[in-house]
């Protein structure tokens, strides 16, 4: 009987697949729906489990029933199936959470600069304050020059370099700076 079933898969012999179909049908249901499957799954995996036996370059020697053999197939191929979707959850997780920590890490840095900045903007002159915020909005050395009411173009280029540069070094010197500057 066993070998006529085999015979019957790889003959593509529908009434003998029908039948192989009803006998398994209920002890691979039970299996599936006991390990996070649903009847779906489990019709799926009896036609692949179908299939990969047709497959099969020669036909086993089996030395356990029929139902048994096409048991162990299905139970094989939906664990193999479990731990697949498992370590997709697992990496889908861990790359999620990678994303938040670094998002994290990134904004407490961003925070951080901020504040080593403010902090040496803050000691530095008024009108180096006044170039630097019109700078960092757009303006151009013309419009500067007029808004602060300074004597020409050239002093004013003259005036955002000294106080750029200035500001750089106090920020440069802090202790923290190096830390900050490469996100250690």
């Not at 053999?69 to 094989?76: D, E, P, T, V």
């Not at 002159?125 to 013309?142: A, I, P, T, Y």
């Amino acid at each position: 009987m066993d070998t006529e079933l085999l015979e019957g898969i790889y003959n593509r012999d529908s009434r003998v697949v029908k039948h192989i179909m009803d006998m398994v049908w209920q002890p691979v249901k039970e299996y599936v729906l006991a390990n996070s499957g649903n009847k779906h799954d489990a019709m799926n995996l009896i036609q692949e489990g179908i299939l990969s036996i047709y497959s099969r370059h020669e036909k086993p020697q089996l030395s356990c029933s029929f139902t048994t053999y096409f048991y162990s197939i299905c139970k094989n191929m939906w664990l193999n199936e479990l731990r697949r979707k498992k370590k997709v959850n697992e990496v889908v997780v861990e790359f999620d959470c990678m994303i938040q920590e670094n998002e994290i890490a990134e904004k407490q840095l961003y925070e951080k600069r901020r504040q080593l900045y403010l902090r040496y903007f803050s000691q530095i002159g008024k009108v180096c304050q006044d170039v630097l915020r019109l700078m960092s909005k757009g303006f151009s050395n013309e419009d500067i020059t007029v808004e602060l009411a300074f004597s020409s173009v050239q002093y004013t280029k003259n005036r955002k370099s000294t106080c750029n540069k200035r500001l750089v070094e106090l920020i440069k010197n802090d202790p923290e700076y190096k830390e900050l500057r490469y996100g250690l």
